[in-house]
């Protein structure tokens, strides 16, 4: 009967410790995929200040917020104030995803990072949303300094949908 215990007991616990991994490769995975988007996008927005590259990761939703005009009309006086892209510093992340027992949950990510220009630094904040297994950029900011401020204020009000279940993550880049 001992015998018996012990090997339920190491199985169940073999079992929760093999979740746990699970779910921690999951979390890694997903910064990892969407960091190379939020990244990518980034870089090759603030280089050619082509709205074709917002447009191209677009979550449906960005889409149906915001024609291509639209989005050429916001970022090409922004692409003009700020000249040539020098850097992309300071770069941080928030992570939520539902837990590993929430199947289809939507998974999400805001990057926070500063962009030096050859006439001024911006803000510029990504966020991302996994649909299908894929991730997709569903907003898209660039904050020049006398909108930082308010920018800022902005996002720190808006609340990503909330989970009772789910897992965070923060960190650097």
């Not at 040539?84 to 805001?110: C, N, V």
């Not at 510029?124 to 909108?147: E, H, K, S, T, Y």
Request: no cysteine.
């Amino acid at each position: 009967m001992k015998h018996a215990l012990v090997i339920i007991a190491v199985t169940v616990s073999l079992g929760l410790a093999g979740l746990f991994a699970h779910g921690y490769y999951q979390r890694n995975l997903a910064v990892e995929q969407s960091s190379g988007l939020a990244m990518s996008a980034t870089t090759r927005l603030l280089v050619d200040w082509d709205v074709q590259t917002v447009r191209e990761f677009a979550s449906e939703a960005l889409l149906a917020r915001e024609t291509a005009e639209a989005t050429q009309r916001r970022y090409t006086p922004i692409g003009r104030r700020l000249g040539t892209l020098q850097e992309i510093h300071d770069i941080r992340y928030e992570l939520d995803m539902p837990a590993w027992w929430q199947l289809g949950g939507t998974a999400r990510a805001t990057y926070n990072m500063r962009a030096r220009f050859e006439a001024e630094t911006a803000t510029i904040r990504v966020d991302l949303v996994r649909q299908q297994g894929q991730w997709r950029i569903d907003a898209f900011d660039v904050a020049p300094p006398g909108a930082m401020a308010a920018s800022m204020a902005a996002s720190n009000t808006r609340a990503l949908p909330t989970r009772n279940h789910k897992s965070s993550a923060r960190g650097m880049l």
